[in-house]
Structures are given as C-alpha cells and as structure tokens.
C-alpha cells in the first residue's frame, strides 16, 4: 500500500511506481537500499509527479531471522529495528512461499517491556494479500513511541487472517499458535 508496506516480485531488477514521491515507502526503500535510478513522471498541473524506480539489490540491514514458516507460506526472513525522532520502527522481511487465493492477511506488532510481560503498544497492518504471488518479498514496518524508561525491548510478531483474526499457525513450533518473539533488543 506505499504506507506500511512493500512487495517487491521475486525477480529483481523490477521497476516500481510511487503514485506520490513522498510516501513512506520511499524512505523505507531508501533505507533498505534498494533504490536504483528514479525518474518522476508528470501529471496533471499542481499534482505532485509519480516516482518510478528500480528495486536493484536485496534488502539490506536485517538481522537475520531463525526461518520461522507460517501456515499461509510467509517465511521470516529478517527484521530490523531503528531509531526515529520520536520513536522506533520495527521492519520485517519476509519471503512468500505461496500465494495468498482468496485470504485478506494482517501482521500484527506487539511491543513489550524489557520484562517481556508487559505490552506496551500494538501496531497492527493489513498486508496487500491480494497482491502476493509466489517468491515474493513483503517488507512491512510498524512505528512505536519511544519505550521510555527501556533499555531494552521485545516484538511479537505473526499475521491473522482478516476478518475472521484468526492467527496463522507458526509451523514446526512447540506452541504453533504463539507469536514469533524479536529480542531483547536494545533500544537504539
């Protein structure tokens, strides 16, 4: 959706469009480096340009993940956390095994304490499953108010399908039903 998250086809080298150059997955993308040549391309006067532009690597600056599966085909692939002004932004990798046919999917986000016990905010995304073909990558990320008093953090992560929210099952683990857990992380 340009908002919250980037699917990115399984062939890369693939050009992209923007339909505004200050939507959010442009930063990310810039972040993730993977940005090639841009080019705007006009439209009518006083509307902003689209942004065209070349997917040119593999993410970059992802902790690797220990390949969790969900039952819906998405692999975890990696995650990263960085700091911004106010807070924090959680982005995760994944790598779709299989198309998503007929199922609207959510990634939920959860931020909790240094404890691990105590949630602090949750950040939930709907995640453009219409869209995923096989071999993909989906790239999300979520942005959280600045944990204070934390020296550290954990995310619990995972998707639900929508509008049932029931949750993917995590496949191969002693609690299949259980959030995916990201940390401690130390608070950047």
Known sequence: DGNAVLLLPAAWQARMLAVFPDLPVMAQARADGLVGDEQELPRRAGEPAYLAWTAVSEPQGYMPAQSEVLANG?????????????????SV???????????AYHQFNHLYSADGQTRLEVQDRALSSGAWRSGDTLITWADFALPEGQAQVYFD???YSYPSLERVRVLGAADPAAAIR??????P
């Open 74 to 90: 998405a692999q975890l692939l990696g995650w990263k956390v960085a700091r911004l002004d106010s807070g924090l932004r959680l």
């Open 182 to 187: 990201l940390g401690p992380i130390a608070v």
């Open 157 to 159: 992560i995972g998707m």
């Open 93 to 103: 990798m994944w790598r779709l095994t299989n198309a998503a046919e007929g199922t």
